[in-house]
C-alpha cells in the first residue's frame, strides 16, 4: 500500500471509531489545497448532530499524525487539510521501490474468465474486434498482475447457419482457391460472394440449407470442410495477434462450436424450469423488463422454428460452462455496446434459471466505436472495413517515418524494432486512453504525435530516462535504494505521483478501465517534464543531490515501464 491517502486514512481510521463510538470511514481524497482533504468528519457530524468543526476536532485530538504529515489544517466547514512530511514521502517512495510491485497492492485471488477479441470466421476482422482484443488484453495483464487466476476465451464466430454456405462456397470455388483467398486475407470477399450466391441462386440456397443440416449431424466430410475454413481464419487472427504482441494464443479459442454439445441441454434446463414458450414456431424465453420498441415483452430466442439454436443460446452454454466448469467468481464480456441489450438478457435469463448465482459476477466490459474523421464507423477509402494488418502496418511505418525524423542517428535494425513498438503501442494506447464506453475518432497524426496523451509521449519520458543514465556514469540498479531528499517542489510533485501509481493500477482493474492507468501515466510524465526542466540531475549542485534525482529518475522509468506492460504497451530505451 504505498498510497498515501490510503496510510492517512487508516491511521484516521481508530479516531474516527472512538469519536463516531463504532465504525466510521474517514473518507481521506487527494485534494488541490493541500496533499489530501479529510471528509469525513462532514458526514459524521450530520449523524451526530453536532457542528462539524467540532468533530473534526475532536477527531484530530484522538488522532496521531506526526509520523506522516507535517501539517494538518480545520479548515472550512470542517474538513481536514493534510501535508505529508517530506521524510515520510521519501521513506514510503523508498519502501515502494524495494518491492517488486512497485508498491501496488495485492489482492485475495479471484478465478476470472475474460471473454474478448471474438472475430468471425471466414469474416474479416473489423476495428470493433480491435478494440475487444486491447482491451481485453490489458484488463487480463492487469489481473495476472494482482495474481487472479486468469482464464482466456476468445469467442470466436465459428458455427451457425451461415457455415452451410461458407462450405458449399468452399466446394464450389475448390480448396486449394478457397485457402488461398482466406490466407491472404481475403475473408470479406469470400464471405460475399458466398452471400451474394446464397441470395440470387435457389439451388445455392438449398444446398447451403442441407449442408448446415450436415454439420449439426456430424458429417464426416462436412467437418473436415468446416474445419479448413476455420484453420484458415484462425491463421489470418494469429498474424493480427502476433503484430499486436497481445496475450491470445490458439488455445485460447472456445468458439461458439465449443458449446454444442451444451445447446440441447440450455433447452433441456430451460424446459424444466418452465421457462420456456412457443411464440411464432420459435422456442422462446422471455425476460422481465426487457421490451421492444413497441412496448411489447421481447424473447430471447432459443431454438429456431427449423430447429436450430441462436447466438444467445451459445451465450447461455458459456455461462454454465464458465460458472460449473471453470468456477469462476468473474465473468467479463469485452463486447461492443450494441450487444448490451443481447448480454443484459442473457444474464437475466442465467440468473433466474439459476445457473448464475449472486456470487459470481457477470460483466459486460462495453466499448464504443471506433470512427473515421466523418464520424461515422471507420471504413477504408474505398468504402470496405478497414483490414487490421494493413492498418498495423500502417502505423509501423509511419512511426519509423517519425522515428527517423526525432533521432536520424539510430541504427536501422534499432530503428525497425523502434518503430513497431511505437506503431503499434501508438494504436493501442489510442485506444486504451479514451474511456471506453465512449467512441473515438481514429486520427493517425494524434496518435503518433510525441505530444499529448499518447504512447510515444510516454514512451519518449521512458526512452529519455535511459538515455540519462547512458550519458551518466551510473547504472540504473546502481542507484536504487538510494534515499530520495525531497527538496524542490518539483521532486516532491514528482514522489508525490509515483506513489499512486498504486491507486492508479486498483482503480483501473476494479473498474475495468485501463483509461484510468493511462491518465495517471500521462500525468506521471508531465510531472517528470516539470521536474527535468526545474532540477538539473547529472549537473546536479553535489553527488548527494545527483544520486537523489538519479533515484527518480529510475523510479519513473520503471513506473512508466511498468504501467505501460500492464497496457501491453512496449517501452523502447531508445528511440
Ligand atoms: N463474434 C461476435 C461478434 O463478432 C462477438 C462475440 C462476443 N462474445 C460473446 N460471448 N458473445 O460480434
Known sequence: MADPVLTVA????????????????????????????????????????????????????????????????????????LTFANEFLAGELRAAMADPRLGVRTQAAKRFVVDYSAPNVAK??????????????????????????????????????PFGMLIEHLIDLGEAEASRELSVGDLDMFYKQARQKFDADDTFKERARKRVVALQGGDTETLRMWKLLVAESTR???????????????????GESAYNQLLPEVVERLSKANMLVTSDGAEVVFVD??????????????????????????DLATVIDRVERLKVDSMLYVVGAPQAQHLEMVAAVA???????????????????????????????????????????????????????????????????????????????????????KDYIFDWERMLSFDGNTAPYLQYAHARICSIFRKSEHSRESVRGGTVDIDHAAERALVLRLLQFDTAVVDAVERHSPHRLCTYLYELAGEFSAFYEQCPVLRAPDDATRASRLMLCDSTARVMEQGLALLGIEAPEQM
Open 351 to 437: 440468473r433466474k434459471a439459476g445457473w448464475l448465482p449472486d456470487t459470481v459476477e457477470f460483466n459486460h466490459v462495453v466499448f464504443g466505436s471506433v470512427l473515421g474523421e466523418d464520424r461515422k464507423i471507420l471504413k477504408s477509402r474505398s468504402g470496405e472495413t478497414v483490414k487490421l494488418d494493413a492498418l498495423l502496418a500502417e502505423a509501423v511505418e509511419r512511426a519509423e517515418a517519425a522515428i527517423s525524423e526525432k533521432n536520424p542517428e539510430l541504427d536501422v535494425a534499432t530503428r525497425k524494432a523502434v518503430a513497431r513498438q511505437v506503431g503499434i503501442g501508438a494504436i493501442k494506447y489510442a485506444d486504451l486512453s479514451i474511456d471506453r464506453v
Open 289 to 314: 423488463g426487457f421490451v421492444n420498441r413497441d412496448n411489447e415483452p421481447l424473447p430471447l430466442i432459443i431454438r429456431k422454428g427449423d430447429g436450430g439454436y441462436n447466438y444467445a443460446t451459445s
Open 10 to 81: 487508516e491511521l484516521l481510521r481508530p479516531a474516527f471509531a472512538a469519536v463516531a463510538g463504532g465504525e466510521c470511514d474517514p473518507t481521506v481524497r487527494p485534494s488541490d489545497r493541500a496533499d489530501a482533504q479529510v471528509n469525513g468528519s462532514l458526514a459524521l457530524a450530520k449523524k451526530m448532530g453536532k457542528p462539524p468543526r467540532e468533530v473534526a476536532e475532536a477527531v484530530m485530538a484522538q488522532a496521531n499524525l506526526s509520523a506522516v504529515c507535517s501539517t494538518t489544517e480545520i479548515a472550512g466547514p470542517g474538513f481536514v487539510n
Open 124 to 161: 474479416e476482422m473489423h476495428v470493433g474486434h480491435l478494440r475487444s482484443t486491447v482491451i481485453g488484453d490489458a484488463i487480463v495483464r492487469m489481473l495476472e498482475f494482482f495474481g487472479h487466476h486468469v482464464v482466456r476465451e476468445n469467442h470466436v464466430g465459428d458455427w451457425g447457419t
Open 236 to 254: 489470418y487472427f494469429d498474424r493480427v495477434y502476433d503484430l499486436l504482441g497481445v496475450l491470445l494464443r490458439d488455445s485460447d479459442i472456445m
